[in-house]
C-alpha cells in the first residue's frame, strides 16, 4: 500500500476529485492549507517594474507578488494499492498540469498497514 499526498491548486479540487472518481477511486482525504514554495523574488526584476518598465510574464509577476505569502492551496490524501499508484498520479498529473509555478506537488509513501475501526480489517481489505 502507499499513501499518495498531493498538494494543489484551490480551483483543480473539482474536477480532480471528479476525475478520480469516474477512475474508481473515490475515497480521499481533502483539507485546505496554505504553504508556498521555494521561489524568492528577483530583486532586479522588481527594480524594473518600479522604474515602469513592462513584465509581461505572469510567472514573474507571481514571484514579485509572492514574496513571503503564503497560498491557499487543497491537501489530497489518498491511500492505495501499490498497483493503483502509477493511474491514480497520472490523473492528478494530468488535471493539474498547466506549465506554471504553482501546478503542485506530488508524495508517494509506503503505508505499513491501515485498518478498518469498525470491522477490524487490515491491510488493503481496510481501504
Do not use: H, W
Request: aromatic content about 2%.
Amino acid at each position: 500500500m502507499k499513501e499518495i499526498i498531493s498538494i494543489i491548486r484551490m480551483n483543480k479540487m473539482n474536477e480532480t476529485k471528479e476525475a478520480l472518481s469516474r477512475a474508481g477511486y473515490p475515497a480521499m482525504l481533502c483539507k485546505k492549507v496554505n504553504g508556498r514554495g521555494k521561489k524568492m523574488i528577483n530583486m532586479d526584476i522588481l527594480e524594473d517594474l518600479i522604474e515602469g518598465k513592462e513584465i509581461s510574464s505572469p510567472e514573474v509577476l507571481e514571484t514579485i507578488t509572492e514574496k513571503g505569502r503564503l497560498i491557499a492551496k487543497r491537501l489530497l490524501t489518498i491511500v492505495a494499492p501499490d498497483e493503483d499508484v502509477k493511474k491514480i498520479v497520472n490523473i492528478i498529473i494530468e488535471i493539474n498540469q498547466t506549465n506554471n509555478m504553482g501546478d503542485g506537488k506530488i508524495f508517494v509513501s509506503p503505508i505499513e498497514d491501515a485498518i478498518r475501526v469498525r470491522t477490524d480489517e487490515t491491510g488493503e481489505l481496510a481501504i
